[in-house]
């Protein structure tokens, strides 16, 4: 199905939302990744005109919400000139209600910021860097086909730091042969540049990608999930001891500096998401545009919108909620689930609770279902226990 989503619910929703734009573009491919990007540029400047013309398309479907964060992902965004996100920004603001100093976030890679590029970026709107560091060690770098090298990512950190007061960086554990030891001294690295935010992932397989085949031909070694275990829990207590909150699952700020972008999606507010590839969510559908650059080009070019839609039922709603919500320092409320899908969702949510509370993996507080510390690493497997199944 080939469609805008439904902008009836949000007129009627009003309230705010956020823009995220996928630039599907990077330099080389990561060995883990399995987004939806190219390596070849020759289509960049036919892509920017149709994500332009997808903004116009599209601002009916927020009318009556007021952009709270603008989103660039990818892909490497960073690949756009000033010019060309300047544009992006300038369209946004041309067709929809922006809120007063909106979050505008630049996804980066190291080897993209030289001096000279983080100046021009700190003369745009662009408020935010989220910076794909992943490790300061050249093995974890050319294990994984990243673009930079380790004295690129402390030298941009470096000299980031004096143009952007709000930079989160991304770095990822459960390496192949990283040790507790080299993933701490990665830490500390980071907490030498009194960076505010910090998303931290493990390390994961998926499928068809490079490190997959690599493992199954035993080039590289397999995943060691005891070994992320340990270094997940090393992240939790060295960034809390520096101040920083663990506010959602893989993502540490200091107080004043949680991604407002990603809290936003947690928190269940809509947003538009522009580009190949890119999802939308409005409260009662999803959407997402197809996956393939020349396509997507040439429908915008033709009018169309090339988007896929599926309307939600109550159970799929109260399962991304109990998903989202386990992952967050939010928790799930028993109230809203109880307002929201009604007490029989209630009832069977505590029911299903019930061995993971015993087990001292949840808690309760002030009627709010959490995870706790020993829960953490494990919140996806205990969500997908509290999942309705068989209810529409």
């Known amino acids: 199905m080939s469609s805008s989503m439904d902008s009836s619910l949000l007129e009627r929703l009003g309230g705010a939302g956020g823009i995220y734009i996928h630039i599907p573009f990077c330099k080389q491919a990561c060995h883990y990744c399995d987004f939806h990007f190219s390596t070849s540029l020759k289509k960049k400047s036919e892509l920017v005109n149709a994500l332009v013309k997808e903004l116009q398309l599209r601002k009916d479907e927020f009318k009556n919400i007021t952009v709270e964060t603008i989103y660039f992902g990818g892909g490497t965004p960073s690949l756009l000139t000033s010019e060309e996100l300047r544009l992006l920004i300038d369209e946004v603001y041309k067709n929809y209600q922006i809120a007063d100093n909106p979050e505008i976030t630049l996804e980066a890679n190291p080897d993209d910021l030289t001096r000279q590029r983080i100046n021009e970026l700190a003369n745009t709107q662009i408020n935010r860097l989220s910076i794909g560091i992943q490790s300061f060690f050249e093995a974890d770098l050319k294990l994984m086909n990243r673009a930079h090298n380790a004295k690129e990512a402390k030298s941009c950190l470096q000299e980031a730091a004096k143009h952007f007061k709000n930079i989160s960086i991304d770095l990822i554990y459960g390496i192949p042969d990283l040790t507790n030891e080299n993933w701490t001294r990665n830490i500390e690295t980071v907490l030498s540049f009194n960076i505010p935010h910090i998303s931290s992932y493990a390390l994961t397989v998926e499928p068809k990608t490079a490190l997959d085949m690599f493992i199954k031909k035993g080039i590289v070694k397999n995943i060691d999930d005891d070994l992320a275990q340990q270094q997940f829990h090393i992240l939790i207590e060295k960034l809390e001891a520096s101040g920083f909150v663990h506010y ?66 109550i159970t799929d709603k109260y399962n991304e909620y109990v998903m989202t919500g386990l992952r967050t320092i939010w928790g799930v409320s028993l109230e809203k689930v109880e307002q929201d899908f009604g007490k029989n969702y209630k009832i069977y949510l505590m029911k299903q609770a019930e061995k993971h509370l015993l087990e001292h993996l949840l808690y309760l507080n002030e009627g709010k279902l959490l995870v706790t510390k020993k829960g953490k690493f494990l919140s996806d497997g205990i969500a997908s226990d509290l999942f309705m199944l068989n209810l529409s």
């Open 248 to 313: 959602e699952l893989s993502n540490f700020g200091k107080p004043d500096y949680f991604s407002k972008n990603n809290s936003a999606y947690w928190q269940g507010k809509p947003y538009l998401g522009i580009g190949p590839s890119a999802h939308s969510f409005n409260g009662n559908e999803r959407g997402w545009n197809v996956r393939n650059n020349s396509k997507y080009i040439k429908a915008i070019e033709q009018n169309r919108l090339p988007i896929e839609t599926e309307v939600l039922s």
